[in-house]
């Protein structure tokens, strides 16, 4: 049994062998556990960390379990490549990776989604990035759906420029149901891995 499955615990049941929760529950779950259940729902894998010292416990283990050490792994971010050089293998070559590593925008509790933007994409696709996606982020960056995050990045970019590029991840395959969201549009099934640091 590898690391993850015995974090993570039994696959979760397929959507017909589960009964969807009402409306009313989803509406009455704190936000942090209406988020773990959506992203958990579509086959993200979550790592919950107290400490620094954890994050970067748990993202040696993806790297480990994964087989990743000789994999060049894209990476955007010059804190992570600071953090992170001496056990990855980093590139910022985004054509000759298959695993990229990011910080994130806001998670989206209703939909269980990562929401990113030019910051993080620093002008590449959504559409071009490797399949594989492990992205660090905070328990103050839960809010409860897309148009509070919406708001929040407009306020905390009053008097400059908005990011571009604002879209989010989930590895869920785009289907009936979704094929009209923006937030999804170019998007494509990514295995992702979220490590969440409680900073509250």
Known sequence: MGFFE????KKIKSDDQKLEPKESESESLPIDELFLREFTAS??????CEN???VDRYF???????????????CLDHQLLDQYSP???????????TIFTTKCEYLIANQGSVLVCSKQLKGIKSEALPENLIVFARTSQMVASISEALRSIKQRHIGGPLPTKITSFKNNEV??????????YGTKTK??????LEDL
């Open 175 to 184: 289907n009936q149901e979704n094929k009209d969201d923006f937030m999804h």
């Open 60 to 74: 040696d283990k993806i790297i480990e379990e994964n087989h990743w050490q000789e994999k060049a792994i894209l």
């Open 52 to 54: 620094q010292e954890e």
């Open 87 to 97: 056990v990855a293998n980093f590139t910022d070559k985004h054509g000759k990776s």
């Open 191 to 196: 295995n992702l891995y979220l490590l969440l």
């Open 43 to 48: 086959g993200g894998k979550f790592l919950y």
């Open 6 to 9: 015995r974090i993570f615990g």
